[in-house]
């Protein structure tokens, strides 16, 4: 009973393989209404994945290069001495500031036969400074800004465009500059060609000036 069947059944598949009469127009139909509505919507899910996906590796980008820019920073703020921090000269510019050393060193001289006399009192002056700035650059015909520390552009996959530098001092009669300690506060506006949207992100940290030579 089984076994017939089972026979009856493989006939008829094998009979559906090797059918040349092809599909009816209504199955054509069916498969055509059947695809219309369900291409759309795997489609749409698609495209909706890609988007998302496409958003938080943007933001991801983003926020990995501005946490860049503030480490950078940072490690120049402390790996240099510097006895004062003022905006760059001397104005309220909040794209640029200068960390300035001053040394000053005084000459003693030995009187007695056998040495070069050397001025007594007389006085030697160093200045060491880094200013860090915010400043245009060209990338694939693309005008972007970027964070300059002295001499080095730190370029990135990002623009910087309408990102601050805000010097707080502690002194408040410093005029500016600040000689004691304070803060400096980073507004960094972040911001990529694949995406209109802004990343405003803010970073405080802050600095003791040094004191004496």
Avoid: W
Wanted: one cysteine or more.
């Amino acid at each position: 009973m089984i076994k017939s069947i089972k026979l009856r059944l493989m006939e008829q598949l094998k009979a559906k393989i090797f059918d040349n009469r092809g599909i009816t127009l209504i199955e054509l139909l069916v498969t055509v209404a059947i695809s219309a509505i369900f291409i759309p919507v795997i489609y749409g899910t698609f495209i909706t994945g890609y988007k998302v996906y496409e958003k938080i590796s943007i933001e991801s980008q983003l926020r990995d290069d501005a946490d860049y820019i503030s480490s950078m920073i940072m490690n120049s703020l402390y790996s240099m001495p510097f006895n004062e921090i003022t905006s760059c000269d001397g104005s309220k510019d909040d794209n640029c500031f200068e960390i300035k050393n001053t040394v000053e060193t005084q000459l003693k001289g030995a009187g007695d036969k056998g040495f070069i006399d050397v001025e007594r009192g007389k006085k030697s002056t160093e200045i060491n400074q880094l200013k860090i700035q915010l400043v245009p650059f060209e990338k694939d015909g693309i005008t972007l800004q970027g964070i300059k520390i002295g001499d080095q552009l730190l370029t990135t996959q990002s623009n910087f465009n309408g990102s601050k530098f805000i010097i707080h001092c502690g002194d408040e009669s410093s005029n500016g500059v600040c000689t004691e300690g304070g803060t400096i506060e980073l507004q960094l506006q972040v911001s990529n060609n694949r995406n209109s949207k802004n990343l405003h992100l803010n970073s405080d940290f802050g600095f003791y000036a040094r004191k004496g030579n």
